[in-house]
């Protein structure tokens, strides 16, 4: 997993609720078996006037002008502002790849949808949760702000605008932890094999139904 | 001792370790397998040289990209083809259980577990889909994960979780005949929002939800995921017992004797505490239809299309007005005079036997509308669809004008061939109307079973009850 310690980047302002993950990432594009690659899809429906499909290449279809993702402004943003609930929806993990793939790796928003939130410190991706209010001025000064950065300090779990003012965020530990050394959970869990196969030996005895 | 909710039971027995910052390593009893959300979790662990912890504790069927038309010739689309045989590839290799596409019991995950009784009260279950909820029925903790989650409990049999908040549902009284669990679900949605979970484990009580058979328990917990809740759940008691008992992976014997007296325990405790408490009268809810772009705008069937014009909250506005355009409906207009275009009867939410049932019920001597281009049937299994066969329920939906498929999640999400075209209406028993779920700009109404069946009679959304006066009103 790719490290996350600090980022200044280009912040784009996707301004709706409820942002689902089939509208991050239509499902025709989750029949492929691979894990990288689907960043030209990324909110395939929105982002093109045609319908897309996997395999189809992407850099000669029409796109959609007035969507946010298009404008000129806005290209290789890293720091997406989102509304509430965002990443509502299917468990596809397909959404944070196709976002990290896309380049963003932070996302700001009211509230996220629990699976979705969890499946971006999988990928790197650090989800932040802002009051609407800070949310609101963000994307207030977004919008009005040509080349508006921010920059994401995640050991210091600050946000700070170009004019200096700054933003405080809560990471759990562990999250931040693994996101900071880019670490994979797999290797972590199997340093407590023991713990497992205790657990197993004990459980065996209360609920052997469990283990046939 | 405190109190517990079940909640906190299920959880407090699954603990193989718990960390000082609130992350705890959760043991995983049931992992539930398929094509979409493997491939790259398989991969993840060939690549690392890991195997499955415990081989045994994995169950696999493809659902998501198989067709439900004749399947003798295979898979017509070939990345479709190719991710379904990857599944049986990965299975074989890895020496994991799979039911396969021309086995019997394949079907949807979320219906295959459950029927083979390898979903049991108590235990944790997990699956690479939202919808892992629906086992929460059996008084089970069960939810969703992603692809790295699936290679996590692959390589470990456990997650790296923090306990949610629990938030207790409690649905009072009886609802009125007609009114089914769908619309117990929808009615709680519409009441809490889908954000309305978000963070909590859900648990679902009251009288209305424990009159349920397990279907509808199901069809209950299924949604949660659509409240934001990853997990739903209901406490064990006889109908559950009587669920499970016999089934393929269910105990047997002295086993099934000491998992009974166990599962007896497996219910919040009298004076348990939960963060939050949502009470609804169940007399009040009426048949339900949504009328938007998320689970959460839903009306009842004798209502009228919302007015954004009525809501004060700027962002709910332009949602709302923005979901009227996409669904091509106005405001004030009552939803029974809604006309569909197709009417689909199937996915993880309302495929079971008893969903199967009552539509027949519905269709019986019956004709679909001329209008509806299409009325689908999809059972949730091969098993599921064995048993309506021998009830002769096909032979009704048939002789009705529906069509009666093979096993899947069909046009549910339109992965497959089943899928509406831009600007089509459905009356759909599934439980996402998403913009783009089941086609590209399909409309979807999520109703019941009954209410599909009765939309694709009358060619719009009606109450059940009205289509019997309908019927008399064109013969006299
Ligand atoms: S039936 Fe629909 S919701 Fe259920 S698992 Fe299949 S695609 Fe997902």
Redesign the pocket.
Known sequence: MKKFTKLTGTAIPLDRANVDTDAIIPKQFLKSIERSGFGPNLFDEWRYLDHGEPGMDSSGRPINPDFVLNKKRYQGASVLLARENFGCG?SREHAPWALEDFGIRCIIAPSFADIFFNNCFKNGILPIVQSGDVVNRLFKACESTEGYQLTVDLTAQTITTPDGESFDFEVEVFRKHCLLNGLDDIGLTLQHVEDIKAYEVRRKLEAPWLFV | MAAKTLYDKLWDAHVVRSGDDGASLIYIDRQLVHEVTSPQAFEGLRLANRKPWRVGANLATP??NVPTTDRTAGIEDPIARLQVETLDKNCDYFGITEFKMDDIRQG???VVGPEQGATLPGMTVVCG?S?TSTHGAFGALAHGIGTSEVEHVLATQCLIQKKSNSLLISVDGRVADGVTAKDIVLAIIGEIGTAGGTGYAIEFSGEAIMALSMEGRMTVCNMAIEAGARAGIIAVDQTTIDYVEGRPYAPKGDQWTMAVEAWADLHSDADAKFDKVVHLDATIIKPQVTWGTSPEMVIAIDATVPNPADETDTVKRTGMEAALKYMGLQANVPINQVKIDRSFIG???NSRIEDLRAAAGVAKGRKVAESVKQALVVPGSGLVKQQAEAEGLDKIFIAAGFEWREPG?SM??AMNADRLGAGERCAST???NFEGRQGQGGRTHLVSPEMAAAAAIAGHFIDVADLETLAEGIEG
């Open positions: 299917s | 659902d998501h949807i995950v979320h889909d919808h996915s993880c939410t999640c549910c999400l599934s439980n996402r």
